[in-house]
């Protein structure tokens, strides 16, 4: 045979499907879904199949890359890996070690991330680092901790197949998780009821057995009329409650401010359907809720978080196999970069930095000094660039196209006194850098990925990167050690030992274990199997706690000057800020270029045809795009992907953020459309 076949973990989402890479001449030619693999069982969906179709791209950096004037140029390694260093210490040297931030990443390996967070640590003696969940799942992590206890999805995606009424709030799961709707369709077909509540009638609205088209940013309201209702009627399970729950009291307090009335005038879903829901998720045996997005990039996304999470607790629907609370993680490693400590506030595993024995543990097992502030997030560090921030290290992460109000990231980028960024491509973030250092993608690296549900799955390299790029733990290990740490690791699976050694919940990670379906943590020690769902007989943080949902209202809402609602978010074929899909030709095929989904009325009114060119405007800035004519969009409402670089949809977002999480509101902002000439 003149080919190999390599399995590994898909780059893309959260889900974690399996691949199997097709091997010949030192090229990745084909994808294949992995029969055997737990989560996948032989099923892809279309980014999945076509992969490895970026990996060879011609575009891909192949050669560091160093900036004078205006224009880059190449540079050997050891050149680049002596700047990155001298140019990180001397701005340390000068403003102390808290103005160096790093953005570490959720496309990279845990390894990758636990190495890039103990080099700002343990280099700098600061603990600014942070990542895209910032701008995603945040708030999942302020919500559930502070209800259940932990931060992360409660069950299996397999259980969801066994559940007997899946109430989705905020999630296109079709488009943004498709293996995992594969499971909500199983668990319809066993007759479950599925009600979507989604603004938008997506694919799944358009399946579901009820959809409720809410207006943006009303979840809190919908979701306590369905409580009130419940308490009202005596749906709620009383006996679980009592044993396992804290803060009735006061829950039914913050209901008694919400008669199912007054929740259908402020979310615009009639009372009887809100009374219907809340009996089908109470009365079903088991009750799951999925939610994503639609839920989190919100001013209110912590207290639209613990709202569900109330729900669940309301109904005794958490703690056993078919039921629970499943943020969808968006990015393929999303989960590992929070585990992994890339976190301003944490070390890996959740542990403080702010607990002195926690500090003096990681002193110890570090040789190094460490502070106990906690650090910038990433909209904190943006924002301060220029400022407290002078120097920036962003690894795998694209600012200047995925953070809100792009005009005055640009500004932010550009007002830096240095700049290192490490990617596959040229994006619109490496345009700014002092450095540009070409990394490895999926393809080319081993190490490990952590799935939605948090399972570890191993990552094998299959080839070698293009031209003189390396892989992501070996620039770490070269910029480690030229700053004086000792980063002399043989590679990732010993990186992995240190990491089970550090975090009791992931003891019994070992290489070794995760050959065939990976492992979920908590995995305490190495005869332990993993735990596929969570809080059985007892919630993470000894009771659950009933917390009470602050409602805020979306920031900015239309008016007479921007009288539409603008939404942003995704589709199938396309994945973020496009520097892989836009360079996958089968998925480029699919989409070419930017639209807006416009509804069929507006459409008339605004006198635009499909594909004709729009104006949308918004108070931060406009972008030009093309009509795209929708029944998904209610009349006054358009729908903007953020994957078009030529059509940003990050120019028009509002930056306003969740106060306790910081997540920016993505889904909603005041915008006004009109015909380009
Ligand atoms: N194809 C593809 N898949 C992806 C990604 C991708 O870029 N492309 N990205 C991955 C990542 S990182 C993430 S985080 C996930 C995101 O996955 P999703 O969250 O499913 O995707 P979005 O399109 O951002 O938003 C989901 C839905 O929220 C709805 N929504 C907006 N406002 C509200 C509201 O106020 N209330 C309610 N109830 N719903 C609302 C929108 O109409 C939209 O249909 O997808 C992951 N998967
Ligand atoms: N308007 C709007 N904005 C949003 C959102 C929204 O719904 N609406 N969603 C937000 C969400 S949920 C998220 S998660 C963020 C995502 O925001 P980002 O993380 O900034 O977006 P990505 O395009 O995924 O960026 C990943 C980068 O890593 C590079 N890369 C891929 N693999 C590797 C690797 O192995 N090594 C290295 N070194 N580089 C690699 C890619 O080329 C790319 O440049 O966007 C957020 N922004
Ligand atoms: S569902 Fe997600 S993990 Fe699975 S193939 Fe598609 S993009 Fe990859
Ligand atoms: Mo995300």
Not at 3 to 12: E, N, Q
Not at 310 to 315: G, K, N, R, S, V
Request: aromatic residues 8%; contains cysteine; negative net charge.
């Amino acid at each position: 045979m003149d080919h190999k076949l390599i399995r590994t973990t898909c780059p893309y989402c959260g889900t974690g499907c399996g691949l199997i890479l097709k091997v010949r001449d030192d090229r990745v030619v084909e994808t294949y879904p992995d029969r055997e693999h737990p989560v996948s069982r032989g099923h892809l969906c279309v980014k999945g199949w076509v992969a490895h179709e970026f990996v060879h791209h011609p575009d891909r950096l192949t050669a560091p890359l160093v900036k004078e004037g205006d224009e880059f140029h190449e540079i050997s390694w050891e050149g680049a890996i002596a700047l990155a260093a001298e140019k990180m210490r001397e701005i340390a040297g000068r403003y102390g070690g808290d103005a160096i931030g790093g953005l570490s990443s959720a496309k990279c390996t845990n390894e990758e991330n636990y190495l890039f967070q103990k080099l700002i640590r343990a280099g700098f003696k600061a603990n600014n680092v942070d990542h895209c969940a910032r701008l995603c799942h945040a708030p999942t992590t302020v919500g559930m901790v502070q209800t259940l206890g932990s931060g992360a999805m409660t069950n299996s995606i397999a259980d969801l197949a066994g559940s007997d009424c899946i109430f989705i709030i905020g999630s296109n799961a079709a488009e943004s998780h498709p293996i995992i709707m594969g499971e909500i369709y199983k668990a319809q077909d066993r007759g479950a009821r599925i009600i979507v509540v989604d603004p938008r009638r997506t694919a799944v609205a358009e399946n579901a057995d009820i959809h409720l088209a809410i207006k943006p940013g009303k979840d809190i309201p919908l979701v306590a009329g369905m409580m009130r209702h419940m308490v009202d009627e005596g749906l709620h399970d009383a006996e679980f409650i009592e044993k396992r729950v804290e803060g009735f009291e006061e829950l039914k307090d913050f209901l008694a401010l919400w008669p199912v009335e007054k929740a259908a005038g402020e979310c615009g879903i009639d009372a009887e359907v809100i009374r219907n829901v809340a009996e089908l998720y109470a009365k079903a045996g088991e009750s799951a809720i999925v939610y994503c997005m639609g839920i989190t990039q919100h001013a209110c996304g912590s207290a639209n978080v613990i709202s569900l999470c109330d729900l669940a607790m309301l109904c005794g629907h958490v703690g056993t196999e078919h039921s629970g609370v499943y943020p969808l993680r968006g990015q393929n490693n999303v989960q590992g970069a929070c585990d992994m400590g890339a976190l301003p506030n944490v070390y890996h595993g959740y542990q403080n930095v702010a607990d002195p024995e926690v500090r003096d543990k990681f002193q110890k097992a570090w040789k190094a000094d460490l502070d106990d502030r906690p650090g910038l997030t990433v909209t904190e560090m943006i924002g301060k660039a220029g400022k407290e921030i002078r120097a920036l290290y962003i690894m795998a992460e694209n600012p200047a196209m995925s953070d809100p109000d792009v005009t005055h990231v640009l500004e932010s980028l550009e007002s830096l006194d240095f700049l290192i960024v490490q990617d596959i491509f040229m994006t619109e973030t490496a345009k700014f850098a002092d450095l540009v250092l070409p990394a490895s993608s999926f393809a080319e690296k081993t190490g490990t990925f952590t799935n939605t549900e948090r399972r570890f799955q191993l990552v094998r390299k299959a080839v070698e990167p293009p031209g003189n790029a390396k892989d992501d733990f070996s620039i770490l290990c070269l910029i480690g050690n030229a700053l004086g740490l000792d980063f002399s690791y043989a590679g990732p699976e010993e990186v992995m030992e240190e990491i089970a050694d550090l975090a009791p919940a992931y003891g019994g990670i070992r290489y070794g274990r995760m050959e065939r379906a990976g492992l979920q943590w908590p995995c305490p020690d190495e005869e332990h199997p993993g735990t596929p769902f969570l809080h059985e007989g007892r919630f993470t943080r000894g009771k659950g706690l009933f917390v009470v949902p602050e409602y805020t209202p979306p920031m900015e809402l239309p008016d007479n000057e921007f009288p539409f609602y603008l939404g942003t978010g995704r589709m199938f074929a396309h994945y973020h800020t496009g520097t892989m899909t836009r360079r996958s030709p089968f998925l480029h095929r699919e989409y070419e270029k930017a639209y807006a989904e416009v509804n069929p009325a507006d459409a008339e009114r605004l006198g635009v045809d499909e594909g004709d060119a729009i104006r949308i405007t918004t108070r931060r800035g406009s972008i030009v795009t093309s009509v795209f004519i929708s029944g998904k969009v209610s009349p006054g409402t358009v729908f903007v992907p953020f994957h078009f670089t030529e059509a940003r949809a990050n120019m028009l977002t509002n930056p306003v953020l969740d106060p306790q999480a910081k997540t920016p509101e993505f889904k909603v902002c005041a915008a006004r459309v009109t015909k380009e000439p």
